[in-house]
């Protein structure tokens, strides 16, 4: 089975602070995403990568980075936080044949900035 | 435009009967559909696709999903609810621009609830 494992599930951060949410996939995935999820919007992505080192902006980039340096891990960074970026953030992985379009998620890092 | 929609924010039904979740896409070429589950707190999980094929689909937890090519819908649905049932659910539609790199497009997602 495909595991997604994100760092932590719930984190409390203050305003300004570098915040760093990290994603590791076990299953050789190339490609890997970062979505936020907000009540009545649905699930955003911020940012996606389809190799290591590379990374594309999704619909929502403003405020965020992401970091691959090595194929399991994908890094979101919020550099400096802010309050609307309080969300539930789900990172997810997919292979990169064909035949493989299923994203498998994360359980989710429930954010909240003070 | 690419893009999914999900009509109902909310399903009640009462457990044993039968469920419906709607769901319509608008999207170029050949639809690639996905549903997804999300109970509380959790992240989502993978339920069903549709890539080609027969227009039913059978998924996990006793889910499935009919394509509809002349109405651009994929509705999900399951004979005999359970309150085990109730959760936020997805769907999805991918991108078709060409390429591996074809992102994944969300509906707003509908929460079922299954009463006892």
């Known amino acids: 089975d495909v595991k997604v494992t994100q760092s932590s599930r719930y984190l409390v951060k203050r305003t300004g602070e570098k915040v760093f949410l990290e994603c590791v996939q076990d299953?050789?995935?190339?490609?890997m995403f970062w979505y936020r999820q907000d009540p009545g919007l649905g699930l955003r992505l911020i940012y996606f990568?389809?190799?290591?080192?590379?990374?594309e902006k999704g619909d929502i980039p403003e405020g965020y980075s992401v970091s691959r340096e090595k194929k399991e891990r994908f890094s979101l960074i919020l550099e400096s936080a802010s309050t609307n970026q309080t969300s539930m953030y789900l990172c997810?992985?997919?292979?990169?044949?064909?035949?493989?379009?299923?994203?498998?998620f994360g359980p989710g890092t429930r954010l909240l900035v003070l | 435009a690419q893009s999914v929609a999900q009509p109902e924010d909310q399903v009640n039904v009462a457990e044993g009967n039968p469920l419906t979740v709607k769901c319509t896409y608008s999207?170029?070429?050949?639809?690639?559909l996905f549903w997804y589950v999300q109970y509380p707190n959790r992240g989502l999980q993978f339920l069903l696709k549709?890539?080609?094929?027969?227009?039913l689909v059978k998924g996990s937890y006793g889910f499935e999903a009919e394509f509809n090519k002349s109405q651009t819908s994929f509705h999900l649905k399951k004979p005999s609810a359970l309150v085990s049932d109730s959760a936020l659910y997805f769907c999805?539609?991918?991108?078709?621009?060409?390429?591996?790199?074809?992102?994944?497009?969300f509906g707003t997602g509908t929460l079922l609830a299954v009463q006892p």
């Open positions: 997810a992985s997919r292979g990169g044949s064909e035949g493989q379009e299923t994203q498998y």
């Open positions: 299953m050789d995935h190339e490609n």
């Open positions: 990568s389809y190799d290591v080192k590379m990374k």
């Open positions: 999207v170029s070429g050949n639809p690639y």
């Open positions: 549709y890539i080609t094929g027969d227009n």
């Open positions: 999805a539609v991918r991108e078709n621009y060409g390429g591996a790199t074809n992102k994944l497009i």
